[in-house]
T-cell receptor, first 113, second 115 residues
Framework: GENVEQHPSTLSVQEGDSAVIKCTYS??????FPWYKQELGKRPQLIID?????GEKKDQRIAVTLNKTAKHFSLHITETQPEDSAVYFC????????????FGTGTRLKVLA | DSGVTQTPKHLITATGQRVTLRCSPR?????VYWYQQSLDQGLQFLIQ???????AKGNILERFSAQQFPDLHSELNLSSLELGDSALYFC??????????????FGPGTRLLVL
């Protein structure tokens, strides 16, 4: 079946450094890739998304890149701040049977002050 | 605030009991999705409803069921509860659930504790 692999599962960086989280998907028909940030005990919140007709998208300190050939996409956070500490989930849309998301297993990011 | 509401926020119950979780989607959204998130785990898709009809099923146990009402709110029913059902239950909504590039917006979740 479809799946999304996400790495690393945990990531610690120094404040001001960059963080990169990578996801690989299996359904070649996937064409929408959102990233969610989830703080402890709170709802997942969309932080950025990318559609399959675009290779890269930026929003201030956050960027997402997509390589459709390799079926992987990455989240890049630059100039990390302590408030970036959270769990980040990637997801890929899939049309098998019906449209839905498959989520990655999450990356716990710790930004050390 | 995503515009998706869920009640109750917290629920404590005993094994063998039955509970109902409620979700109201964002205004104008026709699709509701239910997810289960166990401690330190990812988001497991349970079920999707679109405009009152079941659209997709994920890893939903037979003890669990859901429905979406004419006013588009949805309820997730969990019965014969087991300790392992303790989790955060999120609902999300999207405009139609048919577009391939739709964003899902999550509610604040219901934390269920089964003792």
């Amino acid at each position: 079946g479809e799946n999304v692999e996400q790495h690393p599962s945990t990531l610690s960086v120094q404040e001001g450094d960059s963080a990169v989280i990578k996801c690989t998907y299996s359904d070649s028909a996937s064409n929408y890739f959102p990233w969610y940030k989830q703080e402890l005990g709170k709802r997942p919140q969309l932080i950025i998304d990318i559609r399959s007709n675009v290779g890269e998208k930026k929003d201030q300190r956050i960027a997402v890149t997509l390589n459709k050939t390799a079926k992987h996409f990455s989240l890049h956070i630059t100039e990390t701040q302590p408030e970036d500490s959270a769990v980040y989930f990637c997801a890929a849309s899939t049309t098998s049977g019906t449209y839905k998301y498959i989520f990655g297993t999450g990356t716990r990011l710790k930004v050390l002050a | 605030d995503s515009g998706v509401t869920q009640t109750p926020k917290h629920l404590i119950t005993a094994t063998g009991q039955r509970v109902t979780l409620r979700c109201s989607p964002r205004s104008g959204d026709l699709s509701v999705y239910w997810y289960q998130q166990s401690l330190d785990q990812g988001l497991q898709f349970l079920i999707q409803y679109y405009n009152g009809e079941e659209r997709a099923k994920g890893n939903i146990l037979e003890r669990f069921s859901a429905q979406q009402f004419p006013d588009l709110h949805s309820e997730l029913n969990l019965s014969s509860l087991e300790l392992g059902d303790s989790a955060l239950y999120f609902c999300a909504s999207s405009k139609s659930g048919q577009g391939y590039q739709e964003t899902q917006y999550f509610g604040p979740g219901t934390r269920l504790l089964v003792l």
